[in-house]
């Protein structure tokens, strides 16, 4: 979290109150942007514990400022049910008990039109305080307002990853929103970039907003490597399938073995085979297989598997954020709309790796342990990425889920090794 006002750039400028306005409600806006697509129906669905439905996620942000802001900042506030802290609340011990996350999709009330009702009244107190507050009040709320801002920027992408297993449960394959094929041109061949042996400065450093798993910044030995030029394709992973590669107990992980048995893994989330052809499931609904386009929805452990299977490996996070401060933060992101990966449509540079950002998050082999000498924030704030640093993996680059202003070179996401519902792929490396 950034330190105080001056640290974020948006508050820099000459009017901090009104940028910080407009940025909090411009992100507030494409919250429910995102939901013009659904019917009342689609919001309520819980399709696995991982999921949760996009009632829950429009409620779960309004309660994040009504705590950490209004709660915390204007003591006449007075939310419009005392419940909703009980049924909104993640995963913050600290500020209170909370409901079962797997029954997310039991509870029928509030309504749809209920929880619109919460945000707007939620956004006009916000509005008002930012409006008025004192000087010194601003300055103690902008970084928790700005960290509420990036928060629901996250759970942005939870509701287009969520609603899309929600759909892809639906035996009528409902289309989100209609979507052209992708161009069908055979990307450039796969080349290695090389980088050398340094002692090297990793984390973030700088005047702008992070969060606190970024830090410090600090030094670590990378040996000389070498990095994919792009991102593995499905017609590559379509290769590691037909040569057996779910087969072979020789390229998986032991843990990643017996997941592979226990839940009869084929192909990647979301892949179906329809009379001998390769299908997937999109938000624009069920279309074939397009071989150009970069992997997605694949766990850690098929990933690593994948790499094994092409005599590579997955980068550590040193190494993708070396490789990505090269290159500028580009790339298929949320804003364009597709919800998709889309293919590679320029030759590779022999230089700079491409789609670094945007597409697919991209795993790597390190573990999600914090940087030396990190310590979480103060308070119930201090609970949002620490107490998470156990059995998971990092990943990087974002997807095309993710916000453009949401992503930076040293953006950690992370998540256990079989996850595959969000937008996750494959990015190559080796030794030299």
Known sequence: MAKNIQDHPVLAQSSPRQALLEDYLRVRRFSEQLCVPLVTEDYVIQSMPDVSPTRWHLAHTSWFFETFVLSSYMPDYTSPHPQYAYLFNSYYNSVGERHCRPKRGLISRPTVQETYAYRRYVDECVSNFLSTCTDEALTKAAPVVTLGIHHEQQHQEL???????????????????????????????????????????????????????????????????????????????????????????????????????????????YWEKHEGQWMMMTLSGLRPVEPTEPVCHVSYYEADAYARWADARLTTEAEWELAARQVPTE??????????????????????????????????????????????????????????????????????????THIRPTYRNFFPPDARWQFMGIRLAREV
Not at 178 to 192: D, G, I, R, V
Not at 214 to 233: K, N, W
Request: contains cysteine; negative net charge; charged residues 15%.
């Open 331 to 404: 790339g298929n992101f949320v804003e364009n709309q597709q919800f998709h990966p889309v293919p590679l449509k320029k030759t590779v540079d022999p230089i700079k790796p491409e789609q670094m950002y945007g597409d697919v998050w991209e795993w790597t082999q390190s573990a999600y342990l914090p940087y030396r000498g990190y310590h979480p924030a103060p308070g119930a704030l201090g609970e949002y990425n620490g107490k998470f640093m156990c059995n998971q993996f990092v990943l990087r680059g974002g997807s095309c889920a993710t916000s453009v």
């Open 159 to 269: 509701m287009v990853t969520d609603i899309k297993h929600v759909l892809s449960c639906n035996p009528l394959h409902p289309v989100y929103q209609e979507q052209a094929l992708s161009s069908t041109t055979p990307p450039s061949a796969l080349s290695w970039i090389s980088y050398p042996e340094q002692l090297a400065w990793i984390g973030y450093e700088g005047d702008g907003f992070f969060y606190d798993n970024e830090g410090p910044y600090h030094r670590e030995f990378v040996d000389a490597y070498q990095l994919g030029s792009r991102l593995i394709t499905n017609g590559e992973y379509l290769q590691f399938i037909e040569d057996g590669g779910y087969q072979n107990p020789l390229l998986w992980l032991s843990s990643g073995w017996n997941t592979v048995q226990s839940e009869q893994w084929q192909a990647p989330l």
